[in-house]
């Protein structure tokens, strides 16, 4: 129970003194002898969060194991003839299978691995350098050829062959094949079983590593777990970011005077001072956002979309479009629905696509129908990696919107020397941008937000 506990920390599992004790105390009063009530207990006192209940179940099996694979004892299910005819048939295999001749004799007797053989194994294998869960899959299969399982199937082959040559009837072959694989496939079972255990016990003994902040994790590393725990936080990252705004808006009320505007207010007083005007340095953006959400920018879009629309007291007007092929206007969306929702419901409506992205379309459809939103007021957000899987990038639509907007600055998740690698048209895209902000994570994108709110 301690190695298995040490083990879901070390898997990322929050797990307290507290709670272990709690989990000793539980089974100390249900007791061992019951396996789905030991492992309900264990469950019930471990886990406090619902992700975490897939690492439960992963672990557990792993250090409370049911005992060895069910395996028969073939020759005791066949009558003298038969067994006669399989001493003879393995008699006749001896020569260049005599390697294997043990690993038969034991197939056929049901008889599992014992502990030296499995360990002896797993040191040829390799398996005490493991790093991590991820290798077990490639671990199990060297741990599998080590035992010699890997040429089980031929072994099964050559003998059923053997015994058919020899005049054994074609339904004592089959029931002799069903048993045969049954057993073999008990066998890999006990390797996999070992692999899996010996790296949980590997982990346990290995101090818990400290988790990466999610602020800093890139977009396209996030797990499906780490993407829901964003979703919840951005709502808090929202509401630090307006509470900078709103501070940068108090302080535009002090600071440096501004005499053109002091002296006409004050000409109703003779020209003396006695109402002070200062210079305003906080103006809402007018935005428009042209966002790629096609697979590899679908999370920094909807990061991006969720922030805005939850800073809109932020902001004098927002305009938002997405595209793959095609653009879509889903300002009315956001019209409709609170941002979390809207989000949600613009995804669900756009399936991502593979190999169709097309910004050079997207703008000219963007000029074509939806050019009167941008005034010279409005900062134009393109938010996307500039791949355009090799069609036009119309860079022309790109320059025309930059000198007809206040601004055109682009989000893009890849570093600069990506840039301009295989499909990507990003090199040319940046002539045509004011400002170009890397946000491939949280933090980074929060930046960029902030920095565009500053409208500086």
């Known amino acids: 129970m301690v190695d298995f506990i040490r083990a879901l920390r070390a898997a990322g599992v929050r797990v307290s003194l507290a709670e272990s004790m709690d989990a000793a105390h539980g089974i100390e009063a249900v007791g061992v002898h019951d396996r789905a009530t030991f492992r309900a207990a264990l469950r019930a006192t471990l886990v406090k969060e619902a992700r975490d209940q897939g690492t439960f179940d992963y672990f557990f099996p792993l250090f409370f194991a049911q005992g060895q694979p069910p395996l028969e004892d073939i020759p005791e299910q066949m009558t003298p003839e038969q067994q006669q005819m399989l001493r003879d048939a393995l008699q006749a295999m001896m020569g260049s299978m005599q390697a294997l001749r043990e690993l038969l004799d034991q197939l056929l007797a049901g008889r599992p691995f014992n502990s030296q053989q499995l360990n002896e194994a797993g040191q040829r294998a390799g398996l005490e350098q493991a790093d991590g869960f991820a290798q077990q899959p490639w671990l199990q299969r060297r741990v599998e050829r080590q035992l010699g399982l890997q040429q089980l199937q031929q072994l099964i082959e050559r003998l059923l062959e053997q015994l058919a040559q020899m005049g054994m009837d074609a339904e004592s072959l089959g029931t002799l094949r069903e048993m045969l694989e049954a057993n073999a496939a008990g066998l890999g079972e006990q390797a996999g079983q070992f692999v899996g255990a010996s790296l949980a016990e590997q982990l346990a003994n290995r101090e818990p590593q400290p988790k990466p902040d999610l602020m800093d994790v890139p977009f396209t590393r996030l797990s499906d777990a780490e993407v829901e725990q964003i979703r919840d936080e951005i709502r808090r990252l929202a509401a630090r970011l307006r509470s900078r705004a709103a501070l940068r808006q108090r302080r535009a009320r002090s600071g ?23 210079r305003t340095r906080h103006v809402k953006p007018s935005l428009v956002l042209i966002c790629d959400i096609s697979t590899s920018m679908r999370y920094c879009a909807e990061f991006l979309l969720t922030l805005i629309y939850e800073l809109q007291d932020q902001v004098a007007r927002t305009h938002s479009y997405i595209f793959i092929s095609d653009l879509v206007d889903i300002s009315p969306v956001f019209a409709e629905h609170e941002p979390m929702a809207a989000v949600e419901r613009v995804l669900r409506e756009n399936r991502p696509g593979y190999y169709n992205t097309d910004l050079g379309a997207s703008l000219a459809a963007f000029q074509r129908d939806h050019l009167s939103v941008v005034t010279g007021k409005t900062t134009v957000i393109l938010v996307g990696d500039g791949r355009n899987n090799y069609h036009d990038p119309r860079l022309d639509l790109a320059l025309d919107l930059q000198r007809r907007a206040r601004r055109l600055i682009w989000f893009n998740p890849e570093p600069p020397h990506q840039w301009g690698t295989g499909d990507s048209d990003m090199l040319q895209y940046a002539q045509a941008a004011d400002a170009v902000y890397k946000v491939s994570t949280l933090r980074e994108l929060a930046a960029a937000v902030d920095k565009i709110l500053v409208d500086g």
């Open 256 to 278: 440096q005077l501004d005499p053109r505007r002091m002296m006409r207010h004050n000409m109703r007083y003779d020209g003396v001072p006695l109402e002070l005007h200062f």
